[in-house]
């Protein structure tokens, strides 16, 4: 995969790839507009596949990312119906619907030059299309781009400072060589569920990261603490074993995760956060590169569109995600 | 103790004939300078009852048992990554059948916990690690 190459993410008026862009326009073609009602989702894949050929299956998985609020930051899409959660599939086209988000209609009309640029694929990266660009807090993003616009000679390290660590939605520890990330060389990110220790027989899981399904992760912990060693490999048993008695799933939406772990009697509960924070789901490792350092990408945008007037369009786009 | 070292003693455990290669088993040897180690790279024994019994283990610790190729296909497929709830294993396959005999009979045993795993020599770890990483 190439990322030398900063390519469409800074040349483009929204950054946004050539799949996005024809979902956009095709929700336009068919007046699923912001300020209209949502239309059927099969007429809205039906526009794209005869705009650019892609068969349904593959944009309307793309629709739904872009309408995900788990998947990326700058929301594309506005749904109605089921798109789906962490733990179950989304239903099929012909039973939702779907328009332009603000944002997404802001976008298209960007694409078109009828608004100045947009830095909306350079905020919500590739890695929802198995890219390496993570994303990034938009509201950080667009005060780093403001400053870069004002001066353009703002020192790097402090447009590392204000467009801060990659933003993966969900609310886990982001650990990993940040630096690396930062100097644009290819790394892998951890991330890591917020474990937080309830009570001394109580563990509870509040994040998990994006990619996890908590049904899955509950499968994986029950089948890890499984005492099947403990008769005939005592020590491999204890040194697999977590010491949960038993886990359930108290999560009231998709936003609110609860995963209550009770801990077996003795088991020392921060010993046991600590090592279920290592089980498969509940930390994952992201691989993530830039095609340029960080800083020098926002500033890459900035220069590569200065005829225009890139206050307004990030004022607007703020606007847009902050109402 | 590192997640795939305790995968390796996992699939040991289940009666797997296997030698560790790649930077798990630099580790096993002493070597803190691969830390960290991602995943665990095993080169098993290519007989059809070993390839049987590696079946079984990988389905049993696979967070996704059915993503576990079939039976059958263990001694046909070069590499079979899998996600256990240990950690990530890749099985060398196609290594297995070409060289097994040989890197076990260089290898050495090293404990994890009460297992015990067959750890390769460091001069055939290193000389995989350029096989397939170029380096």
Request: hydrophobic letters at 40%; one cysteine or more.
């Amino acid at each position: 995969m190439a990322v030398r190459s900063p390519g469409r993410v800074v040349e483009g008026r929204s950054g946004l790839g050539m799949v996005e862009q024809s979902i956009l326009a095709a929700m336009d073609a068919i007046r699923a507009r912001p300020n209209s009602y949502h239309k059927k989702s099969l007429a809205v894949l039906a526009a794209v596949e005869e705009g650019i050929g892609l068969a349904p299956g593959y944009a309307y998985e793309m629709v739904l990312d872009l309408a995900r609020p788990w998947v990326v930051p700058i929301r594309l899409v506005d749904f109605h119906g089921n798109f789906g959660g962490r733990d179950y599939d989304a239903a099929g086209p012909r039973y939702t619907e779907c328009r332009l988000s603000p944002a997404g209609g802001l976008a298209l009309r960007s694409e078109r030059g009828e608004v100045p640029p947009l830095p909306i694929g350079l905020i919500n990266g590739n890695i929802y299309a198995q890219g390496l660009r993570p994303p990034l807090d938009p509201l950080r993003a667009i005060t780093a781009l403001r400053r870069l616009v004002d001066k353009p000679r703002s020192p790097s390290r402090e447009i590392v400072e204000l467009v801060g660590p990659p933003e993966f939605l969900t609310g886990c520890d982001l650990s990993g060589d940040l630096d690396s990330f930062m100097a644009g060389r290819p790394t892998a990110l951890r991330l890591t569920g917020r474990v937080v220790v309830g009570d001394d027989s109580h563990l509870i899981i509040e994040t998990l990261p994006p990619n996890a399904r908590p049904h899955q992760v509950i499968e994986t912990i029950i089948k890890v603490d499984s005492p099947r060693w403990d008769g005939t490999f005592p020590q491999l048993g204890a040194a697999t074993r977590l010491g949960i008695a038993s886990i359930d799933n108290h999560s009231t939406s998709d936003d609110v995760l609860r995963l209550i772990c009770t801990l077996r009697p003795g088991v020392d509960p921060h010993q046991a956060a600590e090592r279920l924070r290592r089980v498969p789901g509940v930390v994952t490792e992201i691989a993530v590169a830039h095609p340029v350092p960080l800083a020098d990408l926002l500033r890459a945008w900035v220069k590569h569109h200065q005829s225009e007037d890139l206050i307004t369009a990030l004022d607007s786009l703020e606007t847009t995600l902050t109402t | 103790m590192l997640p795939s070292v305790v995968a390796c003693g996992v699939v040991a455990a289940q009666g797997v004939r296997f030698v560790v290669v790649g930077s798990c088993a630099l580790f096993l040897a002493g070597d803190m300078a691969v830390l960290p180690v991602k995943d665990a790279d095993i080169v098993p024994d290519p007989s059809p009852q070993n390839l049987d019994c590696l079946w079984e283990a990988l389905t049993d610790m696979a967070v996704t048992a059915w993503r576990v190729p079939p039976r059958g296909r263990l001694g046909t497929l070069d590499v079979v990554p899998v996600a256990t709830v240990y950690g990530k294993v890749d099985c060398l396959l196609e290594r297995g059948r070409a060289d097994f005999d040989d890197l076990l009979s260089r290898a050495s045993l090293a404990p994890v916990a009460d297992a015990e795993v067959a750890v390769a020599s460091e001069a055939d770890c290193r000389r995989l690690r350029s096989l397939y990483k170029g380096r």
